[in-house]
């Protein structure tokens, strides 16, 4: 059983920053991509930043500047730091990590359970 805990959300003023955390415990072999996903409400899931065990790294254009992705791979941890926050910015943010649980074995796309984060005066 792998388990992504995410923490870090809550609200803030625009302009304003926050970080996000998740750590992954579990069965774990290696983590090859952990990131950041969000829905904000009547949209789709899409893509804030991930980074591969290497550091590299792809984030969506919209937080390019604003945002910044880091790992600390021991601690099977990924933040999200985000800067210069917009009330675009307003959505669930999910941590995803796509990870083997065995070193021969298949590779999982785990989820969190997802951190509110609020952008508003």
């Known amino acids: 059983q792998v388990q992504l805990v995410e923490s870090g959300g809550g609200l803030v003023q625009p302009g304003g920053s926050l970080r996000l955390s998740c750590t992954a415990s579990g069965r774990i072999f290696s983590i090859n991509v952990m990131g950041w996903y969000r829905q904000a409400p009547g949209k789709q899931r899409e893509l804030v930043a991930v980074?591969?065990?290497?550091?590299?790294?792809n984030s969506a254009d919209s937080v390019k500047g604003r945002f910044s992705i880091s790992r600390d791979n021991a601690k099977n941890t990924v933040y999200l730091q985000m800067n210069s926050l917009k009330s675009e910015d307003t959505a669930v943010y999910y941590c995803?990590?796509?990870?083997?649980?065995?070193?021969?074995?298949?590779?999982?796309?785990?989820w969190g359970q997802g951190t509110q984060v609020t952008v508003s005066s």
């Open positions: 995803n990590a796509i990870l083997k649980r065995v070193a021969d074995g298949p590779s999982y796309n785990y």
């Open positions: 980074m591969t065990s290497g550091g590299t790294t």
